[in-house]
């Protein structure tokens, strides 16, 4: 085998226009389709930043009544719906692929509610957080204080609040140590929050802003376990779980919903209304609607695109054909010294492998450098596919060893004392 790859090498060198100019079909077909792949990759990944953020790999789970979530600002708390059972938060914890996840409640959209002097905080969002909430969304303090355990345990009234939140409410004024006013309580501001650079999704356009953020004028949080002072008690909690990829968030969604609907079914007050259900809010659906709408076109580029690997196939086929004519005098004499058809057939199978390899791993190069090409003129985002290389190297190498199977059949089968003849 070793003694026909360095036979096939000879060849080509020997031959450098002619292998070129056969080559050239296959170079076309595998960088073309390493380009399109690219872009694809890149198109898919670029969708799942704008929906969802890069690295904000966070699926919630809401309690919702007839499919809309329950706003516990105009409704009682639920018959026969409490808190998360720790019995609950366990199951959802051991969830395959789940890094953190934290319980916590909320108030959206939130009128006449909270207060900073006579600025009002109107149309923002409160929520009561666990202690796990900053990690699971992964917030930064920019300024001040995070919560500390004492917060939760001695229910201190204190708050966090966002960049829209200290706009809304501290127009050129520090918020911190301020004091805000939540359905008449007092609660100390003693820190401002930030998103990591990482997890923002990609906003283009005040669509996108409202489509993304939904965040109104800010968001305030406060720790759950003073949420009772300002809210009701016992309140039925969301769920925030964070995937370790943004792939796995669609199935850990699922997974968390059928936890937490169980424990419905399960509960022992027998006016549960049957209505209410907990279901996931997943941006990753979204996303894969139009990575699939994205994809079905470019698959189509594909295909137009593996024409040339044909084109390429029919040029291997044909340049082993003409080197089978002129080396027959060689195959003659390999014969008559005892050579057997095996290793006439097996010679001449792996030039025309080698001959498509060499042309593959030249397509993979050139379709990398036209990935970028476009991605710099058009500014559509790319991300070179590793399994795509290796499928496409293979691929090539299959290409030219089906395209080489007549011509080295033909050889296999020359007569000896008729190739000896032969001028």
């Known amino acids: 085998m070793v003694e026909n790859i360095k036979l096939a090498f000879y060849s080509i060198w020997v031959h450098k226009m002619r292998s070129a100019l056969t080559m050239l079909g296959i170079i076309i077909g595998i960088a ?53 059972s720790d019995r609950t938060y366990r199951g959802l914890a051991s969830v395959p692929k789940v890094e953190n996840l934290s319980l916590y409640t909320m108030r959206e959209y939130v009128y006449d509610t909270v207060y900073y002097k006579n600025t009002s905080f109107d149309g923002g969002t409160i929520i009561g957080a666990d202690r796990d909430y ?92 003073v949420w009772p002072i300002a809210f009701q008690y016992d309140e039925p909690q969301n769920v925030a779980l964070r995937a370790s990829s943004t792939d796995d968030m669609t199935n850990i969604g699922q997974k968390a919903s059928e936890i937490l609907n169980s424990s419905l079914l399960l509960s022992s007050i027998s006016d549960n209304d049957s209505s209410f259900s907990y279901e996931s809010k997943d941006m990753m659906e979204s996303a894969q609607q139009l990575q699939e709408l994205s994809e079905s076109s470019n ?69 990398i450098i036209m990935a970028k090409i476009i991605s710099l003129l058009t500014g559509t985002p790319t991300a070179i596919s590793i399994p795509a290389i290796f499928i496409a190297v293979l691929l090539s190498a299959l290409i030219g060893m089906i395209s080489g199977v007549f011509p080295a059949v033909k050889a296999a089968k020359l007569n000896p004392i008729d190739a000896l003849r032969r001028e």
């Not at 704008?50 to 966070?58: E, F, M, R, S, Y």
């Not at 669509?207 to 939904?214: A, V």
């Not at 084109?311 to 082993?320: E, K």
């Open 32 to 84: 073309s389709i390493i380009a399109i792949v690219s872009t694809i990759k890149g198109t898919n990944e670029q969708i799942k930043e704008n929906l969802i953020g890069a690295g904000n790999n966070v699926v919630t789970v809401e309690l919702c009544q007839d499919g809309s979530p329950v706003d516990m600002s105009y409704t009682q708390i639920p018959a026969g719906i409490s808190e998360v």
């Open 134 to 225: 900053l990690d699971v969304y992964q917030y930064q303090i920019s300024n001040g204080r995070p919560f500390l355990e004492n917060d939760y345990k001695k229910y201190h009234k204190v708050a966090l609040l966002d960049q829209a939140a200290v706009s809304t409410l501290f127009v050129n004024e520090d918020p911190i140590g301020k004091t805000i006013d939540i359905k008449n309580e007092p609660f100390t501001v003693i820190g401002v929050v930030v998103p990591s650079k990482s997890t923002a999704p990609v906003i283009n356009s005040y669509q996108d802003y409202y489509m993304y953020t939904n965040q109104g004028s800010g968001t305030i949080i406060i720790p759950n376990t």
């Open 299 to 367: 698959k189509q580029l594909i295909w137009i695109a593996s024409i040339s690997l044909l084109v390429g196939a029919i040029g291997v086929m044909n340049i082993m054909l003409v080197s089978v004519t002129e080396r027959t005098r060689e195959i003659g004499l390999k014969k008559a010294l005892g050579a057997k058809n095996r290793i006439i057939l097996s010679q001449f199978l792996t030039e025309s492998a080698v001959l498509a390899c060499v042309g593959g791993i030249i397509g993979v190069a050139c379709g």
